[in-house]
């Protein structure tokens, strides 16, 4: 079960064990209804009402007793739904299907199952948070036994031993209307914060001494902190100067009287300012008849002293310090340039080609419209009076965190090979009518063929194989090597041993044998025909992602589940891909192109299928075991990145990464020498930012070849260009329009087609991923590969390597 919601439904009756033995009884117990019936419940939890359902216990004894009996008797005689289950397997099996409120387990004999380990078993189940578990001990032999062991293993309290009906039927009643009564307020705690997240009022609780112990999203929106940092160290609510003395002692006297107080009240952002705001302030009396907690609801007003969204300003105003641009604006101007983010040097001939990330999308070439429209602010904002920069300021703000990255292609007659590429690669479907419809029909899902052995496992890899991954750590490690020792299935090998070395297996709760048939099936469905995108191509880009988690500044950005996530993407990110193009798709008016809308073809359809091969067949469903909300955050975060491989949003991505991340942890620097630790880590780990880093990671990881050793590099060269020529030949073979006319066998440049990609999509990227990774090795193969290419184009020579 992914998920374990509790049920609301009228049960009609109750269900009892006989506790007669019977073959089915060592799984999940025999049941026979009773004469009583159990109505549904009411119980009120503040201002709410719940609804208790029928009770559902568990009875775990390895065999029949006058104990297990006592109990089975005191349920029915309460009206609660009981089964029993003989070994901790039955136990288990039976507590995932049905998660019971209460369990009692036979701790008595150690010779029938180790009751503390069954015990931390279930609560190793991710829905057994708001279960009671008892043991059953026996009367002890000295009183001075301790109950340590028992709450360490998991149990909420002991029963000893005590077969009377009565004294059972009192202990359920007791445990009922205690402990489980408890655990059914708490569960329903889960809806109260569920309906403050979603709010869109700014919430802030604090204590007595006014220590904040939670604020919602919308007050991070509008206030510009994050939950976290406010939560760690003690901090106390945020005082504006603006608020008079006298209006803080109001409110202070108020709340302590156990009084609700409310009016405008100013609030201090995190980056100084003040906002003003409708706020409403509530006590919670507890314990004592103490004030122990004070609710804030805080509406924010304009200048007219009229609400507004809260999100709405959080793009103009958080992260915007309005008296510090009046003194640092040519220092902010400057910093637009992303080469104050790169931290290595270059030589003058590297240099030239190195135009910082900026500057290549401000080119003629290729224009981002927002881009434009951000210089004519800058350049504004040089002779405004101040409340017109201020203004301005706010809408750079909101520019610089929108979707308004894409940029438009121009065209560049003096360089065909640029031209057919970058627009091969960035126009994504846009159909043109060729009076000739080619069906590509997307194929049917691999099956693992009978004759194949069992993948091996990570232990027993041939000696071949394992000593050519004995590097598979270093950026440098040969994949094609790895490609012809495992006769083309290097991704079962590599992933294997990758996934080892991050406790995949571990973080998903997931058997090897899962994990080696999902590598296995996965494989299976890339195509080994396709020069390029194969299952090589997959391993390389999982290899790469590996490489790149291990960064520093990518550890301190991301969190396990991220990192899943990303060597999840790397293996499926191309699965099945036909080794055609999405315009190619579009304009054959193939199936897949027709089922997602021209639009993100393969990206949508290497996402969709990577999980239908995986959910379909449980031997080879590596999420099986997942919690249901862990596993739809996995599940987003996968899919994310599998799409942003995706070209037509290539400066989106690069954009995005430059100044939400790049430029403000250069500011940083500057400001402060190496950077502020908390200011560094609010960067890395807000959650918009760490989507950013993904997306970047798995974006460099999939197109890396430029950055691989010189020998590497020609190899995967030869085969991307090997790919395009087939498209091209097919193209003209069906009457299609032809994407990339440049990529023809018989006359195309590779080296121009290396320059041009290395120019327009390699490099600026590279140049924000090394300034955020520190990545300089590859570096310097890229600026060795250029050279090369670079070489054998001023030679004329159009092939891959120059003549022997």
């Known amino acids: 079960m992914m998920g374990c919601a509790s049920s609301i439904h009228i049960s009609d009756r109750v269900v009892y064990h006989s506790g007669k033995e019977s073959e ?31 009770l559902q216990v568990l009875l775990v004894f390895a065999k029949d007793d006058a104990q297990s ?35 009692l387990i036979d701790h008595r004999h150690a010779r029938g199952f180790d009751a503390e380990a069954l015990c931390r078993s279930i609560r190793a189940v991710s829905c057994s948070h708001n279960t009671v578990i008892v043991a059953v ?37 007791q445990l009922h209307h205690g402990e489980i009564r408890a655990q059914i307020k708490l569960r329903a705690c889960n809806a109260v914060f569920t309906a403050l997240e979603q709010s869109q009022e700014a919430i802030e609780i604090s204590n007595e001494d006014q220590i904040i112990q939670y604020v919602n999203p919308a007050y991070e929106c509008i206030m510009g902190y994050q939950r976290g940092e406010l939560l760690k160290e003690n901090t106390e609510v945020p005082k504006s100067e603006k608020n008079k003395p006298d209006l803080l002692d109001n409110i202070s006297s108020c709340i302590h009287r156990g009084k609700e107080w409310q009016g405008v009240y100013y609030a201090k952002k995190k980056n100084g300012d003040s906002v003003q705001q409708n706020v409403k302030m509530t006590p919670v009396v507890g314990q004592g008849g103490k004030v122990r907690h004070c609710v804030s609801v805080n509406r924010p007003l304009n200048d007219h002293n009229k609400t507004e969204k809260p999100c709405e300003r959080v793009q103009a105003e958080s992260q915007t310090d309005i008296q510090q641009f009046s003194k640092h604006k040519d220092r902010r101007k400057g910093s637009l340039d992303v080469r104050s983010t790169t931290s290595r040097g270059s030589d003058a001939g590297s240099s030239q080609r190195r135009h910082s990330s900026m500057a290549r999308i401000h080119s003629m070439t290729i224009e981002a419209p927002i881009t434009k429209v951000i210089n004519i602010i800058n ?45 091969g690669l960035m126009t994504d479907g846009l159909r043109r009518l060729s009076g000739n419809e080619y069906i590509f029909a997307s194929k049917q899902v691999h099956h693992i063929p009978s004759h194949l052995t069992t993948p091996l496992s990570l232990n027993d890899i041939p000696p071949c194989i394992a000593q050519t991954m004995e590097n598979e750590d270093s950026w440098d490690f040969d994949i094609f090597s790895l490609e012809s020792a495992t006769m083309k299935r290097p991704l079962l090998f590599l992933g294997l041993k990758i996934f080892s070395r991050f406790g995949v297996c571990e973080f998903l709760n997931c058997p090897e044998a899962t994990l080696r048939s999902w590598l296995q099936i996965l494989e299976a469905n890339y195509h080994s025909s396709n020069s390029y995108h194969n299952s090589s191509h997959a391993a390389d880009v999982l290899h790469a992602t590996a490489y790149f988690l291990c960064k520093e500044r990518v550890k301190q950005s991301l969190d396990p589940i991220d990192e899943v996530a990303a060597l999840i993407a790397a293996a499926v990110h191309d ?11 579009c304009n054959a008016g193939s199936d897949l192109a027709i089922l ?18 995986t959910t379909r067949d449980d031997k080879c469903n590596i999420f ?27 400066f989106e991505h690069v954009n995005k990464f430059v100044n939400s991340i790049n430029k403000p942890l250069a500011a940083l620097e500057e400001n402060e020498g190496s950077g502020d630790e908390d200011s560094v880590k609010n960067i890395l780990t807000a959650p918009e930012n760490r989507m950013l880093v993904k997306r970047m990671l798995i974006k460099c ?63 600026d990227m590279f140049d924000a991923w090394d300034a955020f990774a520190d990545l300089p090795n590859l570096m310097q193969h890229l600026d060795n590969n250029f050279k090369y290419w670079k070489g054998l184009d001023e030679q004329k020579l159009r092939s891959l390597r120059p003549p022997e």
């Not at 009996?69 to 995932?96: H, I, M, Y």
């Not at 699965?575 to 798709?585: A, E, I, K, M």
């Not at 099986?624 to 290539?650: F, G, P, S």
């Not at 990881?701 to 020609?714: M, T």
Request: negative net charge.
């Open 24 to 54: 089915d009884s060592q799984n999940c117990g025999h049941t026979r209804p009773s004469a009583r019936q159990s109505p549904l419940t009411e119980v009120q939890f503040g201002p709410m009402k719940l609804y208790e359902d029928q």
């Open 69 to 103: 009996g006592g109990f089975s008797w005191a349920c029915e005689r309460a009206g609660f739904r009981c089964n029993v289950a003989r070994t901790p397997e039955a136990a288990l099996e039976s507590f995932q299907e049905k998660s019971h409120d209460l369990i």
């Open 137 to 173: 001990v026996k009367r002890p032999d000295r009183e001075e036994a301790t109950v340590m062991p028992l709450i360490s293993a998991g149990f909420n309290r002991r029963y000893v031993e005590n077969s009377n009906m009565m004294a059972c039927y009192n202990e359920l009643l």
């Open 379 to 423: 350049a504004a904002q040089e002779s405004s009076p101040m409340p017109v920069a201020e203004a301005l300021d706010r809408v750079l703000e909101i520019l610089r965190t929108t979707e308004l990255y894409s940029p438009q292609l121009g065209t560049n007659e003096e360089d065909p090979h640029t031209n057919d590429l970058v627009g």
């Open 575 to 585: 699965v099945d891909h036909p080794g055609r193009t999405n315009s190619f798709l």
């Open 596 to 613: 997602y809308n021209d639009t993100a073809v393969l990206e949508s359809h290497h996402a969709a299928l990577a999980f239908q091969i």
């Open 624 to 650: 099986k075991n997942m919690e249901r909300n862990e596993y739809r955050t996995l599940r987003q975060a996968v899919i994310d990145m599998v799409l942003a491989t995706e070209m037509t949003k290539h």
């Open 701 to 763: 990881a999939d197109i890396s070849n430029p950055c691989r050793p010189l020998e590497l590099c020609v190899e995967w060269a030869g085969r991307i260009s090997e790919e395009y020529f087939a498209q091209t030949d097919e193209e003209k073979q069906q009457g299609l329009p032809v994407v990339m006319p440049v990529f023809d066998r018989h006359t195309c440049s590779i080296p121009k087609s290396q320059i041009s990609f290395i120019d327009y999509f390699i490099t």
